[in-house]
Structures are given as structure tokens and as C-alpha cells.
């Protein structure tokens, strides 16, 4: 069934449950980036200048990783906004 075809409650139904749920597995990916990077890391033994790999992996590579994370959430959640017609409208100054 396409977006235009259900109600509005209905759609706002859908578009809070995809959104619920993509919230959910990227809050569940960011719980690995903070608790499973750090752990992971003392297993690298290798070294970036004067820096051990895991304090490398632990401050820069995590950080990459939430920028990363708020990228894909974006692109995500217009995707599920376009999909259940709750795209916003641009609004004409003047």
C-alpha cells in the first residue's frame, strides 16, 4: 500500500514505529562503539607515531564513528520520512 493510500494516523502509526525502531539499532551500534571499542582495543599491539594503536582506536576511531553513526541516521531517517509521506515541506520566504 502506497503512503497516499492510508490515513494519516495510520502513516504517523508506521512512521513512529520505523523511527522507534531505527533509533533502537543505532542506539544498540553506539553501545558497541562505546563499551566494545575500548575493551577490544588493548588487543592491538601495533603503534600510530608515538601513540599505542589502542589509544588511537579508542579516542580517534570512536569519534569517526559517531559522525559516522549521525550520517547514517540522517540519510536513514529521510528515507523513513519519504516512505510514510512525512517529509517536510520547504517553505518560500516572502
Known sequence: MKAHELTRLERRQGHWRATRRLTLALLLVWLLMVFGLPLAA?????????WPLA?????????LGFWLLVLVYAWLMRRVDTRHGMQEQEQEDG
Do not use: H
Open 42 to 50: 588493548p588487543a592491538l599491539q601495533g603503534w600510530v607515531g608515538q
Open 55 to 63: 589509544f588511537w582506536w579508542s579516542a580517534q576511531g570512536a569519534l
